[in-house]
């Protein structure tokens, strides 16, 4: 069935590192990938999105990467801030009479000052 | 301002009685959705709705029946409830119901069954 499987559960980097959280895809179907941070008691938020045509995309301090062979997409946060720390979720969508979304079961990002 | 906005933002009741969970966008998108977030995190999609049509209907219980009663507003009503419905419920929208639509997502509403 449809599948998102996202890495690392929980990641803690210090101030000024570097972020990556890498997720993969179980149906070949899907052709839009955003991106969305959750941080406390808010709802998600679009941060970035990538569409299967393109291979990267950067906006600032965040890109994102999409291999479509190997179905992998990865967010890299670069110079990390401590209002990045969020939970970030990837997800993954598919034309399917309305648009369905997987979400990835989120990733925890600690950025300690 | 708000753009998509839900009440109640918290809701604690007792097994077994009945519920409503009230959405409302002003963003004049056509496509809404509920979600539900568990104590892990993980959020999955329930109900989607395009102009008061419902388009997607997940594998959730019949007790959970969604309304639209215009395409602004996706509410929520949850019969007999029980303790593992307690979750935090998000509605979103979107602006049509293709792939590359951001979805944008009210606070949440934790509910809390006893």
């Known amino acids: 069935g449809e599948n998102v499987e996202q890495h690392p559960s929980t990641l803690s980097v210090q101030e000024g590192d570097s972020a990556v959280i890498k997720c993969t895809y179980s149906?070949?179907?899907?052709?839009?990938f955003p991106w969305y941070k959750q941080e406390l008691g808010k709802g998600p938020q679009l941060i970035i999105d990538?569409?299967?045509?393109?291979g990267e995309k950067k906006d600032q301090r965040i890109a994102v990467t999409l291999n479509k062979t190997a179905k992998h997409f990865s967010l890299h946060i670069t110079e990390t801030q401590p209002e990045d720390s969020a939970v970030y979720f990837c997800a993954a969508s598919k034309r399917t009479g309305g648009f369905k979304t997987i979400f990835g079961a989120g990733t925890r990002l600690f950025v300690k000052a | 301002d708000t753009a998509v906005s839900q009440t109640p933002k918290y809701l604690v009741t007792q097994m077994g009685n009945d519920k409503s969970i009230k959405c409302e966008q002003n963003?004049?998108?056509?496509?809404m959705y509920w979600y539900k977030q568990d104590s892990k995190k993980f959020l999955k999609i329930m109900f989607s709705y395009n102009n008061k049509e419902l388009i997607i209907n997940e594998t959730v219980p019949n007790r959970f029946s969604p309304k639209s009663p215009d395409k602004a507003h996706l509410n929520l009503h949850i019969n007999s409830l029980e303790l593992g419905d307690s979750a935090v419920y998000f509605c979103?929208?979107?602006?049509?119901?293709?792939?590359?639509?951001?979805?944008?997502f009210g606070p949440g509403t934790r509910l809390t069954v006893l």
């Open positions: 979103a929208s979107s602006r049509e119901t293709l792939p590359g639509n951001e979805q944008f």
């Open positions: 149906d070949s179907a899907s052709n839009y």
């Open positions: 990538i569409r299967s045509n393109v």
């Open positions: 963003l004049g998108h056509d496509t």
